[in-house]
């Protein structure tokens, strides 16, 4: 599993706090910890006024990069901030990132074409979120066409389905193992990501509906995840997943994963 450690975005109030004193350190930690429990990349999100992202996110990523070597998701909504911003990185990570909305892929697809980068592809377009499962897969087919038209191979792309919450969903998750295993199927080299957190919103003990949601969306062919890879139940949980899934030969990631206390018992 690719794990997108979530725990630097400025929509976290901590976090804003960090960024508005430019607490450096904080930044700095948050970078490190999420490293040491084995992110695979480390998510940068200010979620300041545009005026001010791409200075916050250059400062941002200047932290990051003081303490990690792990690469950076760099993550906005603004297609022009991100297209100023990733060239700043000392190397490839993923562009957080483009949908079928306006020109965004028009935008990004071209600068990250023939590199190592790859991007998040959100299920969306000028429509919004589709309500079904056959209506975002119609904006799959045109991102595809998109990448395809630009030369982004499937390896680099990260489709998020869109994960909603539970508690207004009339299906559970039937959606998203619908979405998830039709592009799974398909493209069998793309990677397909998902912010987990967002099946629990308003929803009491949330992280037993996380848990039991990346199970199920592993089960469905997820390979990626926005999640705080610190919570050392998810980590054990995707780290078992992979070896009941037959993608862990002998246990082996399982074990070592173990023995490097990753999950399980601190020691």
Known sequence: MIIIGEKINGSIPVVADAIAKRDAEFIKNRAKIQAEAGATYIDCCASVPEAEEVETLKWMIDCIQEVTDLPICVDSPSADVLAQVFPYCKKPGVINSVSGEGDKIDKIFPLIAGTDWGVICLLSDDTGIPKS??????????????????????NRMYIDPLVEMLCTSEDGIAMNVEVISTVRKRCPDIHIEAAVSNISFNLPVRKMVNLGFTVLAMNAGLDSAILDPTNRDMMGVIYATEALLGQDDYCMEYINAYREGIFGPKK
């Open 133 to 154: 499962a056959a209506d975002r897969l119609r904006v799959f087919d045109k991102i595809l066409a998109k990448a395809e038209e630009y030369g982004i191979p499937h």
